[in-house]
C-alpha cells in the first residue's frame, strides 16, 4: 500500500537538472545499516532493491565505528549507531538516559559525506533509519548541514533517548518515504508511525511482512514494494 502528498510536493527538487534541462547524473544515496548488521550485511539484503535502483540511484554503504559485543551465534563482527545501556547494548523500546556513541556515529556520517559525498539523500533501515531522522531533524534546526534532499525510512522509529528528545520538537520539511511491515513484531508499525508524523512531506509505502526491506524478488509483496520505491526514486530524479 502506498500513500503520497499531491505530486506537487512530491520531491520537487529542480537542482536535480543541469541547466540545459537535461535530467542530472544519477542520484547518490548515503545507507545505513541496522542495529547488528554492517555496510556489507545491509547491501546484501538490499540486493533486489540495488538491482531495481541503480537506473536512477547509486547506494553507497558505510559501517558504523561502534561494534556490538557478539551473540554465540554470530560468526562476524556487527555494529550499531549508538547504544541506549551501560553494558554498550541497545534497545529500542525502552526508555534511556544515554546515547552512547551517537556523537562518534554523526562524525562518521560527516566523514563519509567528506570521502564520497556530496550524497543527495540518505536511506535507513531500523536503527539507521533512526539516525537518518536524527541526522534530518539536526538539518532541520541548522545545527549541522548534511546536504540531504530527500529520506528513506525503513521500519524507523524514535530514539527513546532523553537526550535525543529536543531533536522532535520540530516537524521535518525534508521530502521522506517510508517503508514499513504490517506484522513488524521488532519495531511495530505504530513506531514507525511516529516517525511518519514528524515530516511535513511524507509519502507512505506499507508491505504485509515484517522486520525487513522488502527486497525479496521472490515474494510478490515485496517486489512490489521494490517497485513503488524505485518509482518514487525516479520521480525525484525526473521532478
Known sequence: MIRRPPRSTLFPYTTLFRSNGQVASNLKILCLHGYRQSGNTFKNKLGAFRKVVKKYADLIF???????????????????WWFSKEDNTFNAHNESDICTGFETSVDAVKKAIKQNGPFDGVLGFSQGAALATLLCSLQQQNSESFGFKFAILIASFKSRSKLHSDLYNDQID??????YGENDKVIPKEMSEEIVALFNSPTILTHSGG????????QKTNLTSISRSAEIIHNLHQN
Open 62 to 80: 558505510i559501517t558504523s565505528e561502534l561494534e556490538v559485543i557478539k551473540d554465540v551465534e554470530e560468526s562476524e563482527p556487527t555494529y550499531g
Open 174 to 179: 525534508c521530502p521522506s518515504l517510508h517503508v
Open 211 to 218: 522486520h525487513f526491506v522488502p527486497a525479496d524478488a521472490s
